[in-house]
């Protein structure tokens, strides 16, 4: 394992995390996480990450988290033809990023905001959301990346998160229009080496 050998090799103490966790400490101890129990960091580009932190512990099993547990196609129940289909029904197949180009007639980064692909993109978006609050219930869920941060787009997941919801589960943080509980970052790109740093210290304070 590398980080036994980094540990040994170097003599200090070594966390290791993937780069959306990461990001997603920076955002619980300094960003738009603070104060929350728990909370998941998804970051959408030319893939789509996801890091979940819980009670002050990144969340790994066999693996570390993937955005990979729903079928996006069949519960935001929409089709735009010319648009991305999900492939293996992946919620990481809603990426809008460089391989979509010829799909959609350009990168998203020109694609204007009345385009078909937004709507699908935010229903995706929306239906992974749906089952990662079903299934790891974080108290925050915060939407970052080149095309996370597109702007309208997280609107139009709040809307379409709160349709799926239909009113489910009777919880204060579901109330409204999501924007308390559906937020963007507040560190930028910053978000991944603030978060080693918050791991850098707690390591240290462990080793203590």
Do not use: K, N
């Not at 995706?124 to 080149?146: D, E, F, K, N, S």
């Amino acid at each position: 394992m590398i980080g036994p050998a980094l540990r040994d090799g170097l003599g200090v103490p070594i966390a290791l995390e993937t780069d959306v966790g990461a990001a997603a400490f920076g955002e619980l101890r300094w960003g738009a996480g603070r104060g929350a129990h728990s909370l998941c960091y998804l970051t959408v580009g030319t893939g789509i990450g996801a890091g979940i932190v819980r009670r002050g512990r990144a969340v790994h099993g066999l693996l570390h988290p993937e955005a990979a547990p729903a079928d996006p196609a069949r519960l935001c129940a929409r089709s735009v033809p010319g648009c991305l289909p999900v492939p293996r029904r992946l919620l990481g197949g809603a990426r809008l990023g460089p391989g979509a180009e010829r799909a959609m007639g350009g990168e998203p980064e020109v694609l204007p905001e009345e385009h078909s692909a937004w709507p699908l993109e935010a229903g995706y978006l929306a239906a992974g959301i749906l089952a990662i609050v079903m299934i790891a219930a974080p108290h925050r869920v915060i939407v970052g990346g080149g095309v996370g941060l597109r702007a309208g787009l997280l609107a139009r997941t709040r809307v379409e998160l709160t349709r799926l919801l239909g009113g489910y589960p009777d919880r204060p943080e579901f109330a409204g229009d999501l924007s308390e509980y559906l937020v963007a970052p507040a560190l930028g790109d910053l978000a991944g080496a603030l978060g080693g740093l918050a791991l850098a210290q707690e390591v240290l304070i462990a080793e203590v």
